[in-house]
């Protein structure tokens, strides 16, 4: 599996901005996909995740402001971003696994367990 980010880019705080991931194939019934972000020097942080069956979570530092939302027919998740703050710059990344096991955004092993990455898309936001 391939994962692709695109939607990027440079944009005011309070703006507003839509990643797309897309996916070469998807071979798992059940599954799961999200949304991570990281700074230089810094762990991955996930931001929204998303299970076979549409439950989602969120960061709490993200709720209210992101939706994450999948459509399947093109094989593809999206992120939703408004109110962008200074706070949100950085690389975010696409991932997903085979299961839902702990599929959690606020999960701190989260990131370990994704068996697909793609190579990452960079949001910058400006104050």
């Known amino acids: 599996v391939q994962l692709v980010e695109s939607g990027g880019g440079s944009v005011q705080a309070g703006w507003s901005l839509t990643l797309s991931c897309v996916a070469s194939?998807?071979?798992?019934?059940?599954?799961?996909m999200a949304w991570f972000r990281q700074t230089a020097g810094e762990e991955p942080e996930g931001v929204a995740a998303?299970?076979?069956?549409?439950?989602?979570t969120y960061a709490d530092s993200v709720k209210g402001r992101f939706t994450i939302s999948q459509d399947n027919a093109k094989n593809t998740l999206n992120l939703h971003m408004n109110s962008l703050k200074s706070e949100d710059t950085a690389t975010y990344y696409c991932?997903?696994?085979?299961?839902?096991?702990?599929?959690?955004?606020?999960?701190?092993?989260?990131?370990?367990?994704?068996?697909?990455w793609g190579k990452g898309t960079l949001v910058t936001i400006s104050s």
């Open positions: 991932a997903a696994k085979r299961g839902r096991y702990d599929c959690y955004a606020g999960s701190p092993s989260l990131p370990y367990g994704m068996d697909h």
């Open positions: 194939e998807f071979i798992y019934s059940t599954y799961c």
């Open positions: 998303i299970v076979d069956d549409g439950n989602t």
